[in-house]
């Protein structure tokens, strides 16, 4: 497995996935999303999205539907009507706004898998920054970093917890991979030892080979 040398049982049976409704520039971002949806297929692991067929979102969504697996999607009733995003994968639910879709997916899953996006994708994963920061949740958040995306957001993550704005516990909740197999790897880990994410390269890499990548 790129990134890592072990791997875990595997215990998340749903993810929440929140990226762009829209493709980017880089084919990277379309070639990693469809690794992860063969990946998630290949793990058993069911799909929540935010609806519609289209951008990353909707490639995720299309792998994982087209090879069996279960996808559900939320999207609020205002965008549904109106065919932006096209028809949803699954099985369909409208909520009245976006809150509403972060609200029910919080409900449905168990990690939440961030692939790069614009504002839409930030207003969803810092409404789940600022909920984990009220203790509303625990659930594992993991920045699947395709060529250092979400670079520029991690440093502010930390430098957040040294200026004494957020908890070391909270960023905890905030995990990043290049890989997609190692990001699934690390939610893996932080749900089975909430208390120890950071010590999941102790545990994938025991032996501390040099696995960082120079990009």
Do not use: C
């Amino acid at each position: 497995m790129e990134g890592s040398s072990r791997t875990l049982s595997y215990t998340i049976r749903f993810v929440g996935l929140l990226g762009s409704h829209a493709l980017g520039s880089n084919p990277r971002f379309m070639a990693t999303a469809v690794d992860l949806g063969r990946e998630l297929v290949r793990r058993k692991v069911r799909l929540t999205y935010g609806g519609g067929n289209v951008g990353l979102q909707g490639a995720v969504a299309s792998t994982v539907f087209t090879n069996g697996g279960l996808v559900r999607g939320f999207i609020p009733g205002y965008i549904a009507t109106r065919g932006v995003y096209g028809p949803t994968y699954g099985v369909e639910h409208t909520v009245s706004s976006n809150y509403y879709k972060y609200f029910e997916m919080n409900h449905a899953v168990e990690a939440f898998i961030i692939l790069p996006g614009g504002v839409d994708t930030m207003e969803g994963l810092f409404t789940l920054i600022s909920w984990a920061f009220e203790g509303l949740h625990n659930r594992p958040i993991g920045l699947l970093n395709i060529d250092g995306y979400f670079n520029s957001l991690i440093k502010f993550l930390d430098d957040a917890v040294r200026q004494n704005f957020m908890a070391s516990s909270q960023r905890k909740l905030f995990i990043s991979s290049f890989f997609v197999g190692e990001l699934l790897d690390k939610l893996e880990f932080a749900k089975a030892f909430p208390t120890f994410g950071t010590n999941y390269d102790e545990f994938a890499n025991p032996g501390g080979l040099d696995l960082e990548l120079h990009l």
